[in-house]
């Protein structure tokens, strides 16, 4: 049973970081694309970054090139979003998500593209 459990979610002030990170169980974690979403009240849920199998291709969203990491553990099951410069519009639910590899490719991070989800943690930047 595929399992992606995410973690290091909190309230932060502007400016500060947070390192979020996604625990993977029940499937082989190495073959797959993963990648971080977010969904803010009343918005639709977006791709902010993905990490494909062997960590060397990354995809970010434009508004968190530059402050946010993404990174994977494969001997740990575990990936990472490390997140500087913390925005107030960085304010929602983060979830892990993972699919077959070639949905890293494809030049942007899709909900519809990516078939399982982690329950989400909650980041909240205060001004």
């Known amino acids: 049973q595929v399992q992606l459990v995410e973690s290091g979610g909190g309230s932060v002030q502007a400016g500060g970081s947070l390192r979020l990170s996604c625990a993977a169980s029940?499937?082989?974690?190495?073959?797959?694309?993963m990648a971080w979403f977010r969904q803010a009240p009343g918005k639709e849920r977006e791709g902010v970054a993905s990490i494909d199998t062997a960590g060397g291709s990354t995809y970010y969203a434009d508004s968190v090139k530059g402050r946010f990491t993404i990174s994977r553990g494969n001997a740990k099951n575990t990936m990472y979003l490390q997140m500087n410069s913390l925005k107030p519009e960085d304010t929602a639910t983060y979830y892990c998500?993972?699919?077959?590899?070639?949905?890293?490719?494809?030049?942007?991070?899709?909900?519809?593209?990516?078939?399982?989800w982690g329950q989400g943690t909650q980041v909240t930047v205060s001004s």
């Open positions: 998500a993972a699919d077959v590899p070639y949905k890293c490719y494809s030049g942007s991070a899709r909900r519809d593209d990516f078939g399982y």
């Open positions: 029940g499937f082989t974690y190495s073959y797959y694309c």
